[in-house]
T-cell receptor
Framework: EPEVTQTPSHQVTQMGQEVILRCVPISNHLYFYWYRQILGQKVEFLVS????????KSEIFDDQFSVERPDGSNFTLKIRSTKLEDSAMYFC????????????FGPGTRLLVL | SQQGEEDPQALSIQEGENATMNCSYK?????LQWYRQNSGRGLVHLIL?????REKHSGRLRVTLDTSKKSSSLLITASRAADTASYFC??????????????FGTGTKLQVIP
């Protein structure tokens, strides 16, 4: 069964460093999303992406964040200058189209900012 | 209360018993989904129920949706120790352009004691 994959599974970085989290959505999916979950808290929406542009972003998704689909398969989340509070599990998701379809989530990348 | 709140926050039952978790939400929705998350792991999609459906079954799972009360329930029958996890409801509303922002609840931590 097709699945969303994410790399790396874990990343440790120093505060102020840039990180890039990678995702490979399911191949026929057109909509892509990033969510994050701070330890012990709920899963929060960050951004949705369609047709090579951001469709919606939350207030969490500030100028330090960016997303890109650099090729036909990868979808990336970049954090330019990490802060301690960026430590969280980051989930990528994708869906075939929208509105009536399930979002399928990847296994997540656990980011720890020291 | 926030969009997507589950209760109880924690539930502990004996193996073989049924587990019922509830979710309430505030705004109108297209779909409601239930996800499962094992500790520190990714989100696994369990079941999607559309706003025009009232009940749905999948294996040992039974989901109901009452749009008049803005609530849903997830019933796991004949629970197993392996069902121990956190369970989240997630609601969406279609946006213009067709994509869906999914809002997660706070989750119910289910512990099934062997």
């Amino acid at each position: 069964e097709p699945e969303v994959t994410q790399t790396p599974s874990h990343q440790v970085t120093q505060m102020g460093q840039e990180v890039i989290l990678r995702c490979v959505p399911i191949s026929n999916h057109l909509y892509f999303y990033w969510y994050r979950q701070i330890l012990g808290q709920k899963v929060e929406f960050l951004v949705s992406f369609y047709n090579n542009e951001i469709s919606e972003k939350s207030e969490i998704f500030d100028d330090q964040f960016s997303v890109e689909r650099p090729d036909g398969s990868n979808f990336t989340l970049k954090i330019r200058s990490t802060k301690l509070e960026d430590s969280a599990m980051y989930f990528c998701a994708s869906s075939v189209i929208s509105g009536q379809e399930t979002q399928y989530f990847g296994p997540g990348t656990r980011l720890l900012v020291l | 209360s926030q969009q997507g709140e589950e209760d109880p926050q924690a539930l502990s039952i004996q193996e073989g018993e049924n587990a019922t978790m509830n979710c309430s939400y505030k705004t109108s929705i297209n779909n409601l989904q239930w996800y499962r998350q094992n500790s520190g792991r990714g989100l696994v999609h369990l079941i999607l129920i559309r706003s025009n459906e009232r009940e749905k079954h999948s294996g040992r799972l039974r989901v109901t949706l009452d749009t008049s009360k803005k609530s849903s329930s997830l019933l796991i029958t004949a629970s197993r120790a392996a069902d121990t996890a956190s369970y989240f409801c997630a609601t969406d509303r279609a946006r213009s352009g067709g994509y869906q922002k999914v809002t997660f609840g706070t989750g119910t931590k289910l512990q099934v004691i062997p």
